[in-house]
Nanobody, 118 residues
Protein backbone atom coordinates (compact mmCIF):
# COMPACT_ATOMS: atom_id res chain seq x y z
CA UNK A 1 0.00 0.00 0.00
CA UNK A 2 1.08 3.54 -0.76
CA UNK A 3 -0.22 6.63 1.01
CA UNK A 4 0.10 10.05 -0.62
CA UNK A 5 0.06 13.38 1.22
CA UNK A 6 -0.22 16.56 -0.85
CA UNK A 7 0.44 20.16 0.09
CA UNK A 8 1.07 23.56 -1.45
CA UNK A 9 -2.14 24.64 -3.12
CA UNK A 10 -3.73 28.04 -2.68
CA UNK A 11 -4.75 31.30 -4.29
CA UNK A 12 -2.32 33.15 -6.53
CA UNK A 13 -2.56 36.03 -8.98
CA UNK A 14 -2.04 35.50 -12.69
CA UNK A 15 1.67 35.38 -13.48
CA UNK A 16 2.49 34.11 -10.02
CA UNK A 17 4.06 30.86 -8.84
CA UNK A 18 3.19 27.96 -6.58
CA UNK A 19 4.94 24.75 -5.66
CA UNK A 20 3.00 21.59 -4.93
CA UNK A 21 4.46 18.72 -2.94
CA UNK A 22 3.39 15.11 -2.71
CA UNK A 23 5.03 12.73 -0.25
CA UNK A 24 4.57 8.98 -0.65
CA UNK A 25 4.73 6.63 2.31
CA UNK A 26 4.43 2.89 2.71
CA UNK A 27 5.56 0.51 -0.01
CA UNK A 28 7.51 3.18 -1.84
CA UNK A 29 9.86 0.62 -3.36
CA UNK A 30 6.95 -0.50 -5.56
CA UNK A 31 6.48 2.97 -7.12
CA UNK A 32 7.53 3.55 -10.71
CA UNK A 33 5.85 6.71 -11.93
CA UNK A 34 4.59 9.67 -9.93
CA UNK A 35 2.64 12.47 -11.45
CA UNK A 36 0.25 15.34 -11.09
CA UNK A 37 -3.20 15.50 -12.61
CA UNK A 38 -5.78 18.24 -12.44
CA UNK A 39 -9.51 18.54 -12.74
CA UNK A 40 -11.34 21.78 -13.37
CA UNK A 41 -15.09 22.12 -12.72
CA UNK A 42 -17.06 20.36 -15.42
CA UNK A 43 -13.93 18.93 -17.02
CA UNK A 44 -12.26 15.56 -17.03
CA UNK A 45 -9.16 14.86 -15.01
CA UNK A 46 -6.05 15.40 -17.12
CA UNK A 47 -2.36 14.71 -16.85
CA UNK A 48 -0.22 17.73 -16.00
CA UNK A 49 3.20 16.16 -15.56
CA UNK A 50 4.78 12.87 -14.59
CA UNK A 51 8.21 11.52 -13.70
CA UNK A 52 9.43 7.94 -13.70
CA UNK A 53 11.80 6.28 -11.27
CA UNK A 54 14.54 6.77 -13.87
CA UNK A 55 13.84 10.49 -14.09
CA UNK A 56 12.05 10.59 -17.42
CA UNK A 57 9.46 13.34 -17.51
CA UNK A 58 6.30 14.03 -19.46
CA UNK A 59 4.30 17.27 -19.60
CA UNK A 60 0.98 18.38 -20.97
CA UNK A 61 1.46 20.79 -23.87
CA UNK A 62 -0.43 23.49 -21.99
CA UNK A 63 2.17 23.61 -19.19
CA UNK A 64 5.42 23.03 -21.05
CA UNK A 65 7.92 25.77 -20.29
CA UNK A 66 5.97 26.91 -17.23
CA UNK A 67 5.78 23.87 -14.94
CA UNK A 68 8.60 21.64 -13.74
CA UNK A 69 8.21 18.28 -12.06
CA UNK A 70 10.96 16.83 -9.88
CA UNK A 71 11.36 13.83 -7.64
CA UNK A 72 13.32 13.23 -4.47
CA UNK A 73 13.96 9.70 -3.21
CA UNK A 74 15.18 9.94 0.37
CA UNK A 75 14.94 7.51 3.24
CA UNK A 76 11.48 6.10 3.74
CA UNK A 77 9.66 8.57 1.51
CA UNK A 78 9.46 9.58 -2.12
CA UNK A 79 8.46 13.18 -2.73
CA UNK A 80 7.42 14.69 -6.03
CA UNK A 81 7.26 18.43 -6.57
CA UNK A 82 5.46 20.50 -9.15
CA UNK A 83 6.89 23.99 -9.58
CA UNK A 84 4.29 26.09 -11.34
CA UNK A 85 5.36 29.44 -12.81
CA UNK A 86 3.57 32.04 -14.91
CA UNK A 87 0.24 30.73 -13.69
CA UNK A 88 -2.85 31.47 -15.72
CA UNK A 89 -6.53 31.51 -14.76
CA UNK A 90 -7.01 28.37 -16.85
CA UNK A 91 -4.64 26.53 -14.51
CA UNK A 92 -7.31 26.76 -11.82
CA UNK A 93 -8.27 23.24 -10.77
CA UNK A 94 -7.97 20.63 -8.08
CA UNK A 95 -4.55 19.05 -8.45
CA UNK A 96 -4.13 15.37 -7.61
CA UNK A 97 -0.97 13.41 -7.04
CA UNK A 98 -0.83 9.91 -8.47
CA UNK A 99 1.60 7.08 -7.90
CA UNK A 100 1.73 4.09 -10.23
CA UNK A 101 3.52 0.94 -9.20
CA UNK A 102 5.55 -1.42 -11.36
CA UNK A 103 2.46 -3.66 -11.27
CA UNK A 104 0.30 -0.81 -12.66
CA UNK A 105 -1.59 -0.23 -9.43
CA UNK A 106 -2.61 3.42 -9.03
CA UNK A 107 -2.81 5.41 -5.84
CA UNK A 108 -4.25 8.91 -5.59
CA UNK A 109 -3.83 11.76 -3.19
CA UNK A 110 -6.74 13.70 -1.70
CA UNK A 111 -6.30 16.68 -4.01
CA UNK A 112 -5.28 20.27 -3.42
CA UNK A 113 -7.03 23.35 -4.80
CA UNK A 114 -5.11 25.79 -6.98
CA UNK A 115 -6.91 29.02 -7.83
CA UNK A 116 -5.40 31.60 -10.17
CA UNK A 117 -7.32 34.84 -9.95
CA UNK A 118 -6.81 38.54 -9.51
Amino acid sequence: QVHLVESGGGLVQPGGSLRLSCAAYGSIFTINTMGWYRQAPGAERELVAAVTSRGSTNYADSVKGRFTISRDNAGNTVTVYLQMNVLKPEDTAVYYCKATTYSYVNYWGQGTQVTVSS
